[in-house]
Every structure is written in C-alpha cells, then in structure tokens.
C-alpha cells in the first residue's frame, strides 16, 4: 500500500489548509501519479485537481509531487517516491483555489507581457512567411513549451515578485518571439524587458531546468535576452 | 508596489553590468592585496605601497565599486524580502528604511576611505 499525503484546502468550508492521508493499492505497477490521484478519487470525490489530455501535452496537472513541480501524468512513481511515500501539493506561490488547484492568474498575466505572437506589419504573402532552415532550428527549444507553469512556481525570484519579473516560463517565450526572423518588434520587445526587474531578477539558479516536463531551457533564453539588452545597451 | 526609482541605473542592464564590472575590480584589488600580504609586510612597506597615486586611486575605485556593488546587491535583497506582497504595509515601510540606512551606511564609508586614504 502507497502512502499518499494530499493538500486539502476549501476555502468555503476550512480555516486553513491541511494534509489528509490515503491509502491506496497500486497493485504493485509503476503508475503514474494521475493514476494514483484518480485511484484516490474513487476513493474520495471530494479531491479537486486540474488534468486533461494525461500525457504531458496540455500541461494542465503541474504539481509538486515530492518537493518537486512536475506533470503528474508523466511522473511515474518509480522517479517521484521514496520510502513508499508520496506527498502531493499544489504548485508553489500561486494562490490556491481549491486543494491542488491554483489560481493562474498571475502566471498569465506574465506571459500576456512579453506579447507572445508575431509582430509584423507588413503585407502577407500569399501563401505563407518563409524561414531558412537555420532561422527555423533557432526556435528549437523555445516553441514546445505547454505553459504548464512548473517552472516559474519552482523560482525562488517569481516567488517574490510574481507581479514584476516576468519568470522563466515568459521569458522563454518571450526570446522565442526575439529569436523569430519573421518578427519584426525586437527593438520594442528589449525596450519592455529593459528595467530592474523583467528579465534581470534571474539570479541563475536554476530550478527550472530542473524542472521542466519537456527538458527546456529557460535559463539559457534568459541569457540570450540579457546578451541581446546589452549588444543594445552598449 | 516596489518600482524601481531606488535602483542604482534605473535601468536593468546598467546595474547588471555594473554589479559584474565592480565585482571583477574588487577581485582584483583583493588578489593585489592578498598577494601584497602573502609577501609579508610590514609597517614601512606598507605605508610606502599606499603613498603611490596609483594605489591610492586604485583603491579609491575599489571603493566606489564596493559600495556600488553593495547598493546594488541590498537593493536587490530588500525588493525582494521587505515587499509589501510580503509583509503588507510594514514592508514598504521597513524598506524604505533600510535602503535609507544602507546608503547612509555606504556614504559613510566611502568618505570615510577617502579621508584614510587622502588624510
Ligand atoms: S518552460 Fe517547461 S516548465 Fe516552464 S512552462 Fe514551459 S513547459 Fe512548463
């Protein structure tokens, strides 16, 4: 039997939050841990947490599983438990909705900033914009990412200031638009980025490379937005 | 709502590259004076290193890169930690207040230098 600890929280009913225990059979197989939520879902219908498509594509169920964000249904317990233990909570530093459900907004509200859709004003071909191969393989590594927010709640900097700096989820796909040969804003899309907290509230730590589902990263397009703001800078 | 009028550049980059710029001075004022002493001195020698123009205007960059520096890097830390988000109103206020103290601090300082330096 899997020991499983589940964030409770409904802030209709609770005062504050707490962990409640469950049990559950895994029948001996490495499931993932949407498997195992589900399981504890028939066990209890009142456990509330966002999934969808449950294979790593929509990025709907981020959530710290361990200590550590992840998508559950890519997560098997093999990688996640240790001690037979498994300890669920919602991601960090988002406001909580209820139980493993977080309020989004904030994260959102980052990547609305960095404009995350082509900027070009002039007339469209006919059929389409043409890239070089090359110019394409630019944007390898900065299009896959699925907003799954695992990566800026892991940030001790989006932690503290998840109203100005704009986190490694945003700032990825705001180089993914900087990269683009199509677009034609990059000098506007610096000007935004150019103060104390935008871009320059990354410290290199790191986590989310740690982190994300779908190997990604953001640090290194962070860098490459701190080179493009001093080439301009200087 | 922390803005960034109190930032030393106001401008992202400029303390980005100025925190790296004086970093690099500092560990190379640092290596100077750590190899100075791992030669071994003694009052004499001393004085004499520090009577040099050079020195002193090394030093005097050394300095102003510190105190540059530890603006930059306290400013950080209390835009981070003593925020309101954080702390509610206390933490504008709290802020406010150890930004004041650490430029008095670091004024006090560079003057202070300047005065063992030149005096
Ligand atoms: S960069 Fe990775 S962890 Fe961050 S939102 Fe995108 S897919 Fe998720």
């Known amino acids: 039997m899997l020991q499983v600890s589940i964030y409770r929280y409904n802030p209709e009913t609770d005062s504050e939050p707490s962990m409640q225990d469950f049990q559950v059979d895994t029948g001996g197989k490495d499931l993932m841990v949407l498997d195992v939520l589900e399981l504890i879902k028939s066990q209890d219908t009142t456990v509330s947490y966002r999934r969808s498509c449950r294979e790593g594509v929509c990025g709907s169920d981020g959530l710290n599983m361990n200590g550590k964000n992840g998508l559950a249904c890519i997560t098997p317990l093999s990688e996640t438990v240790k001690g037979n233990k498994l300890v669920v909570r919602p991601l960090p530093g988002l406001p909580v909705i209820r139980d493993l459900v977080v309020d989004m907004s904030m994260f959102y509200a980052q990547y609305e900033k960095v404009q995350p859709y082509l900027i070009n004003d002039t007339p469209a071909p006919a059929i389409e914009r043409l890239q070089s191969p090359e110019d394409r393989e630019k944007l390898d590594g900065l299009y896959e990412c699925i907003l799954c927010a695992c990566c800026s709640t892991a940030c001790p900097s989006f932690w503290w200031n998840p109203d100005r700096f704009i986190g490694p989820s945003g700032l990825l796909q705001a180089y993914r638009f900087l990269a683009d040969s199509r677009d034609l804003a990059t000098d506007e899309r610096l000007s935004r980025l150019d103060d104390p907290f935008s871009v320059f509230r990354c410290h290199g730590i790191q986590n989310c490379i740690n982190v994300c589902p779908k190997g990604l990263n953001p640090t290194r397009a962070i860098g490459h937005i701190r080179n493009m703001l001093l080439a301009r800078a200087t | ?119």
Not at chain 2, 23 to 37: D, H
Request: aromatic share 14%; proline share 0%.
């Open chain 2, 1 to 119: 709502m922390v803005r960034s009028v109190t930032s030393f550049g106001r401008s992202g980059v400029s303390d980005w590259l100025l925190q790296r710029v004086s970093g690099v001075i500092l560990l190379a004022y640092f290596l100077c004076i750590g190899s100075a002493l791992v030669g071994g001195v003694d009052y004499l020698s001393w004085r004499d290193m520090f009577e040099g123009t050079g020195m002193r205007v090394f030093t005097l960059l050394a300095i102003l890169s510190l105190a540059a520096h530890a603006w930059i890097g306290m400013w950080a830390v209390s835009t981070d930690y003593m925020t309101e988000r954080l702390m509610g109103k206390k933490g504008n206020v709290l802020r406010i207040a150890f930004q004041i103290a650490c430029s008095l601090v670091i004024f006090v300082y560079v003057i202070w230098g300047v005065q063992i330096l030149w005096g």
